[in-house]
């Protein structure tokens, strides 16, 4: 059995390699503790939310470089990398991640302008004359 376990999340336009090994439950993104890099409490709980549904908070450190896109984005990546991680250290936690909705990626990404309009959606400005 391997000591360390590798994944990639997804998530809009970000993408994290995630690296899971033993430990005491640190976690390190970009070389900075996840604390400081995401800066706000709730994209911390997101990216600990597979350690709470499958029991193992504090048994792994992790280790993470996202990519692309912002932190909102490379959050919720790095909760996919991590849920496949887990996944490749125990297969028996498949079920768990998959009724969590952890294991899919989520395919929401930007809807691209179109042309005639002043974003995706939004219409011109109506003018009477």
Known sequence: MPETYYATGHRKTSAAKVWLFAGSG??????????EYFHRDSLEGLVLEPFAITNTEGRFDVKATCLGGGISGQAGALRHGIARALLAFDENLGPTL????????????????????????????????
Do not use: C, T
């Open 26 to 35: 640190q976690i390190v993104v970009n070389g900075q503790p996840a604390e």
């Open 98 to 129: 998959r009724r969590a909705g952890l294991l899919s990626r989520d395919p929401r990404v930007k809807e691209r302008k179109h042309v005639g309009r002043h974003r995706a959606r939004r219409g011109q400005q109506f003018s009477k004359r």
